[in-house]
């Protein structure tokens, strides 16, 4: 327990709210997890006073965090996707913007950040974040490309990168020149249309590829050819239902030169950052701040991440499949700890 709060150069507003997040079960807006947790709602309140400067702290926590797990004998990957967080009745919120939503299939309300990751594929650190908003709501518009860009350069030039996962709503020529540019190895998923040219001159899309037909029980094709000027290496992975009864076939662009099969495990290394969205989500109230500022907002979801990574850590520690086996642990301990304070003398004991 002890552990998993132990926070480096962070403030103790900050370690406060972060401990409230973690333990409580409700809603994650400050009155409900006083009323839980057992700490006054002036004392959560403050974590906001300062929420620039605080942000700015967890950030630099988390990228610490991420440099002390990288390890010789394990990748350091970046992942870069974009996520909704639902505001659907919030009207004077700073940022909103109408994005679509794939679990209802429609544009709706919502804050839509663009977010970093660091993993080694065995633990994985939520980074930093860029807010996408409409272009007819601001006049600094940026494409979602544009802020996954610089996502990537800030981390370029702060730690070790090995190769970068998107998906495959980057997967433009745009994308493609930006990683060769600036010497950034790739791998994210392809549309089944876009043309290619391989070695001995055949063009055909991706889907006709007469290169990239499987035979027999074939699951895995990779080929080196050129996209609009450009040399990757494409992948054809044929992934079965559960039944395998029925498959889909699934394309993938990449810089790196390994086979067919690795290709295939490098890019599912992407679904990562998917459990951090569903964790934040369901558990840790990502979408629950109800704050009209949007640094507040931003303070908010740095600190739920800084609560995801100090669960992954423990996760890895605890050798557990999951941080919600974690989150079931330490809530059900959590009667002991009634207050931080009481929390804080325990460490001090402890230590």
């Not at 950030?59 to 390890?71: G, N, P, R």
Request: glycine letters at 2%.
């Amino acid at each position: 327990m002890a552990k998993c709060f132990q926070f480096e150069s962070i403030t103790e507003q900050i370690k406060r709210y972060v401990f409230a997040i973690t333990l409580s079960i409700k809603k994650k807006n400050c009155s409900s997890m006083s009323r839980e947790i057992g700490i006054s709602k002036k004392q959560l309140y403050k974590a906001y006073a300062n929420a620039e400067n605080n942000a700015e702290q967890i950030k630099s926590v988390l990228t610490k965090i991420a440099i002390m797990h990288q390890k010789e004998n394990l990748p350091s990957i970046i992942i870069v996707d974009p996520t909704q967080i639902r505001k659907w009745f919030a009207k004077n919120i700073d940022g909103l913007a109408y994005d679509y939503d794939g679990v209802i299939h429609k544009s709706k309300k919502c804050l839509s950040p663009v977010v970093a990751a660091w993993t080694n594929s065995k633990i994985t650190i939520p980074l930093d974040f860029k807010f996408w908003i409409n272009r007819y709501f601001t006049k600094t518009y940026k494409k979602k490309t544009e802020l996954a860009q610089e996502l990537l350069l800030d981390f370029k030039h702060s730690m070790h990168i090995d190769y970068a996962l998107l998906d495959g709503a980057f997967s433009s020529i745009a994308m493609i020149c930006f990683f060769k540019k600036h010497r950034i190895n790739f791998c994210m998923r392809i549309a089944r249309n876009r043309v290619i040219i391989s070695k001995n001159g055949i063009k055909a899309q991706l889907q006709n590829h007469p290169k990239l037909r499987f035979k027999r029980n074939q699951c895995y094709k990779t080929i080196k050819a050129t996209y609009k000027g450009i040399e990757c290496f494409f992948t054809a992975h044929k992934r079965y239902s559960k039944s395998r009864k029925s498959y889909d076939i699934v394309y993938i662009v990449s810089s790196l030169n390994i086979p067919a099969k690795e290709q295939a495990k490098t890019y599912n290394i992407r679904w990562n950052i998917e459990k951090i969205f569903r964790t934040t989500k369901q558990s840790l109230g990502l979408a629950d701040c109800q704050s009209t500022s949007l640094k507040k907002q931003r303070l908010h979801i740095f600190s739920v991440f800084l609560a995801y990574a100090k669960l992954e850590e423990q996760k890895v520690y605890k050798r557990k499949k999951s941080v919600e086996q974690i989150l079931k642990i330490l809530r059900v301990q959590k009667t002991p700890f009634n207050s931080f304070e009481s929390y804080l003398q325990e460490q001090t004991i402890m230590n």
